[in-house]
Structure formats: C-alpha cells, structure tokens
C-alpha cells in the first residue's frame, strides 16, 4: 500500500475521531442530552429551541463518521502485513468496525429527523429521539467485537516488527470491554446505566479516544516508515 495513501488515511481516522467528539458534544450537544427521563414536552423543547445547531453539529459528525472507513481500512491492511497469520481477525476489525460506523450514522440522520421539523407533536419527536438514543447507546456490538478482534490481532502478532505494541493491545481490549458498558441502557433510565451515565457514555467516550489515539500514533508511524511503503510483492501483484 502506498506510503502517502496510508497517512492519509490515518489522518482520516484522527479527523473523523475529532469531528465526530466536537460534532456531537460541543456543537449539537446532543450527547448527553436529552436525558431517557425527560417527558415528551422537554424532548421537543430541546430540539425545538436548538434546531439550527443540533443539525450544524450532526452534519459536523455525519461527515466525521465517513471519514473513519478509510481508518479502518488501514488498520486492516497494516494488520494483515505485520502479520498474514491474522487476516481473518484484520477482516473481522474491518468489517465489525464499518458496522459500528453504521450504527452510529442511523441515530445521527434520525437524530437530525428530529430537528428538521421541531414543530410536530412531542410524542413523536420523543418516539424519534427515543429511536436514535436507543441505537446509539444500545448498539455496542459491532465496536466490542471490532476492538477484541483489532487487540487479539496485536497481542498474536509475532512478527519481529510489530506494527502496534503490546501495550495498544490492551487498550483495544479494554475499549472493547468499555463500549459493552452500554449493554443495560435499554433497562433503566437514569443514573450510571442511563443514556447520560457513566458506563454507558463517558466509559466508551474514554475507550474510544484511547483507542483512536494509539491506532492513529502508530499506524501514522507505520506509514512514515520504510516498512509502511510498498512491497516488492506488493508492486508486482499491482501490475497484475
């Protein structure tokens, strides 16, 4: 794969990482808000009143989220060439990541639903939001199966380069273990398990950011290095 392909792509990842956090926190600040107990009128009220940036941030994070499939594509290929042993744990990263990609992309147009007409009945933009939160924090599957499969990866690696330490390994795990924190939320409403809660937001907030953090740090480093550039195998199977 090609030197200056692969840092783009990891920038896409640090970007889109980046986008999707000020998109949806600082922007929308529809994460955490609104909370599962709010009645219907205050749900209304909170897109109502905040329309126009609740859809300037989900735009914001929409565009960041499509900019992760190039990230996880590089993972994928980084992976298999540390390590050809591993491609079926490479392929299942990539395809439980651009999953979890999906699953947060459907609470964002839904999310975005919501704001577009803040005028209807509170009981369906509460039914819409209720939708777009369930998903959003319910749906930890694919991103727990991605980050086991991407940490096993590097903790199998036996190659005499590994692309990722050891280290990283333990981080995708625990990212893994953390994005399962929202397993309750369809349970309870409020406190630590609520959409606003600690396991069930901030924990994966915190996974996600270690684990963007270290993939971008060295597969950026991978690619800036001799054995990110193209193979000789590489190049010939490209003339093919």
Same mark, same amino acid.
């Given at each position: 794969?090609?030197?200056?392909?692969?840092?783009?792509?990891?920038?896409?990842?640090?970007?889109?990482?980046?986008?999707?956090?000020?998109?949806?926190?600082?922007?929308?600040?529809?994460?955490?808000?609104? $909370?599962?107990?709010?009645?219907?009128?205050?749900?209304?009220?909170?897109?109502?009143?905040?329309?126009?940036?609740?859809?300037?941030?989900?735009?914001?994070?929409?565009?960041?989220? $499509?900019?992760?499939?190039?990230?996880? %594509?590089?993972?994928?290929?980084?992976?298999?060439? $540390?390590?050809?042993?591993?491609?079926?744990?490479?392929?299942?990263?990539?395809?439980?990541?651009?999953?979890?990609?999906?699953?947060?992309?459907?609470?964002?147009?839904?999310?975005?639903?919501?704001?577009?007409?803040?005028?209807?009945?509170?009981?369906?933009?509460?039914?819409?939001?209720?939708?777009?939160?369930?998903?959003?924090?319910?749906?930890?599957?694919?991103?727990?199966?991605?980050?086991?499969?991407?940490?096993?990866? %590097?903790?199998?690696?036996?190659?005499?380069?590994?692309?990722?330490?050891?280290?990283?390994?333990?981080?995708?795990?625990?990212?893994?273990?953390?994005?399962?924190?929202?397993?309750?939320?369809?349970?309870?409403?409020?406190?630590?398990?609520?959409?606003?809660?600690?396991?069930?937001?901030?924990?994966?907030? %915190?996974?996600?950011?270690?684990?963007?953090?270290?993939?971008?740090?060295?597969?950026?480093?991978?690619?800036?290095?001799?054995?990110?550039? $193209?193979?000789?195998?590489?190049?010939?199977?490209?003339?093919?």
């Amino acid at each position: 794969m090609d030197r200056r392909i692969q840092v783009l792509f990891a920038w896409c990842g640090l970007v889109g990482g980046g986008m999707i956090g000020i998109g949806l926190l600082v922007v929308a600040q529809i994460v955490p808000a609104p $909370s599962a107990a709010d009645s219907a009128t205050q749900i209304a009220s909170f897109f109502g009143d905040n329309a126009a940036q609740i859809r300037a941030g989900l735009l914001m994070a929409m565009v960041g989220a $499509s900019l992760m499939f190039p990230f996880l %594509v590089l993972i994928m290929v980084q992976l298999k060439q $540390s390590d050809p042993r591993l491609a079926p744990l490479a392929y299942t990263q990539l395809v439980a990541g651009a999953a979890f990609m999906l699953m947060f992309l459907i609470p964002v147009l839904l999310w975005g639903v919501a704001a577009f007409r803040p005028d209807r009945s509170p009981g369906s933009t509460q039914l819409i939001n209720d939708t777009a939160s369930t998903i959003f924090y319910w749906g930890f599957a694919p991103g727990t199966v991605e980050c086991a499969a991407m940490g096993l990866a %590097v903790l199998f690696d036996r190659s005499d380069h590994p692309i990722f330490p050891r280290w990283v390994g333990y981080v995708d795990l625990f990212a893994a273990v953390a994005y399962a924190g929202g397993a309750p939320a369809a349970f309870v409403k409020t406190g630590a398990f609520g959409w606003d809660g600690f396991f069930t937001l901030w924990l994966p907030l %915190v996974g996600f950011s270690l684990w963007l953090g270290a993939t971008f740090t060295f597969s950026l480093r991978r690619a800036g290095s001799e054995r990110g550039s $193209s193979s000789p195998g590489d190049r010939s199977a490209a003339r093919l």
